[in-house]
């Protein structure tokens, strides 16, 4: 007896009921293989700048708790982030620590169409270990080169890519203490790694946010800069183009910029948009 007629013999054996549950597991079978309907929604890919970690983190929870699935979460430079996903990274969010790492990939058709904004803002500080915090007038008479000493540098992000470090850079230019310092300075790949060593004692300044300062074990705020000293600290968020049809990254994005998290981010010491 051929193949066929076996297995025609076998369905009229079956029961209507075992007929309707063979037919119900070889469609299930089908879609997994396919990955149809079957298959589990993948998280969502967050790709944020370094001093949004602890917020963010917290936020993440916040949202999971809620019955949502984990968000991934990644860390870094604005300038890493953005170029990892230029060359192909699986971000479906974006969330930058200035406008231009923004720009950058909305030059390049990266960001979802109408999805970007800045919600958060932040303060641009001088930090200084707790034990040897003494405050610092940061004004255009301000001569920080002579507060170094002979061999103290001042840690900040690298000025060629990193937001934090441009602010500085623009900091410094207003005082008029940048080609006297630029040679001085510790450049680090993000904001927490500048914070980190002056935390260790290896840096006796850095220039960080007012938010990463709060969150570090070790370090004092012993001056801010002035508002008119530096372009504004401000956050800009936006879906990625991979993500545009991305139902739960559009949700994520709009609990992240809505009414539900500001307090978050307040309690964290950002600022919120006006």
Do not use: C, K
């Not at 800045?118 to 405050?135: C, D, F, K, W």
């Not at 220039?207 to 004092?220: C, E, L, P």
């Not at 002035?226 to 994005?253: C, D, I, K, M, Q």
């Amino acid at each position: 007896m051929d193949g066929g007629r076996i297995r025609r013999y076998l369905w009229l054996d079956m029961t209507p009921r075992e007929i309707r549950m063979r037919r119900r597991l070889a469609l299930l079978g089908t879609l997994a293989l396919a990955g149809g309907p079957a298959r589990a929604q993948e998280p969502v890919t967050v790709f944020a700048a370094a001093s949004l970690t602890d917020a963010l983190r917290a936020l993440a929870a916040e949202w999971q708790s809620r019955g949502r699935p984990a968000p991934r979460l990644s860390f870094a430079a604005s300038s890493a982030l953005a170029r990892q996903i230029e060359q192909g990274a699986p971000a479906d969010l974006f969330m930058s620590a200035d406008e231009a790492w923004a720009d950058y990939l909305q030059q390049r058709n990266l960001l979802a169409d109408g999805t970007r904004s800045s919600p958060l803002g932040n303060s641009l500080v001088l930090v200084a270990p707790a034990s040897a915090a003494r405050p610092v007038a940061l004004t255009r008479e301000t001569n920080l080169a002579s507060l170094l000493g002979p061999g103290g540098r001042i840690a900040t992000g690298d000025p060629a890519h990193v937001p934090v470090g441009r602010y500085a850079q623009a900091a410094l230019t207003w005082m008029g203490q940048w080609d006297a310092i630029a040679p001085r300075l510790a450049r680090a790949d993000n904001v927490r790694s500048a914070l980190l060593l002056v935390e260790r004692g290896e840096a006796p300044y850095g220039i960080v946010y007012a938010t990463d300062a709060a969150a570090g074990s070790g370090v004092r705020i012993v001056g801010t800069f002035p508002a008119e000293s530096h372009p504004p600290v401000t956050y800009p968020f936006a879906l990625t183009r991979r993500a545009e049809g991305n139902a739960e990254a559009r949700a994520l994005l709009a609990f992240l910029t809505g009414p539900e998290a500001a307090p978050a981010w307040q309690r964290f010491g950002f600022s919120l948009a006006r």
